[in-house]
């Protein structure tokens, strides 16, 4: 079993500063990659930034400059530090642990958080 647990969302005024937090816990043996997605209200989820296995990052066009993920492969928790919000960051924002390998999974797969809402208001 593997278990993934975001905070740190909630409302902030345009402009402002927020950071979220995401733990996986369980069997875990290794993660390739983890990494935020989000979801807004009509849209489809989409990916706002990555850690790859080897500790390149991946990032949205749109939070380029404002948004930097960083990861603890010994916790096997990841970030997202957001500055200079806007009221298009408004979303749920999902972790993800990709290419996960467990003690018990002979296959690869990948898991998710429950979602954590970030609000910016005009």
């Known amino acids: 079993q593997v278990q993934l647990v975001e905070s740190g969302g909630g409302l902030v005024q345009s402009g402002g500063s927020l950071r979220l937090s995401c733990a996986a816990s369980?069997?875990?043996?290794?993660?390739?990659?983890m990494g935020w997605y989000r979801q807004a209200p009509g849209k489809e989820r989409e990916l706002v930034a990555v850690?790859?296995?080897?500790?390149?990052?991946n990032y949205l066009g749109s939070v380029m400059g404002r948004f930097a993920a960083s990861r603890d492969n010994a916790k096997n928790t990841v970030s997202l530090q957001m500055d200079n919000l806007r009221p298009e960051d408004t979303a749920v924002y999902y972790c993800k642990a990709g290419g996960v390998r467990t003690h018990w999974g002979r296959a690869e797969r990948d898991f998710w958080g429950q979602g954590t809402q970030v609000t910016v208001s005009s």
């Open positions: 850690i790859n296995s080897d500790g390149t990052n």
């Open positions: 369980g069997s875990i043996i290794r993660i390739n990659n």
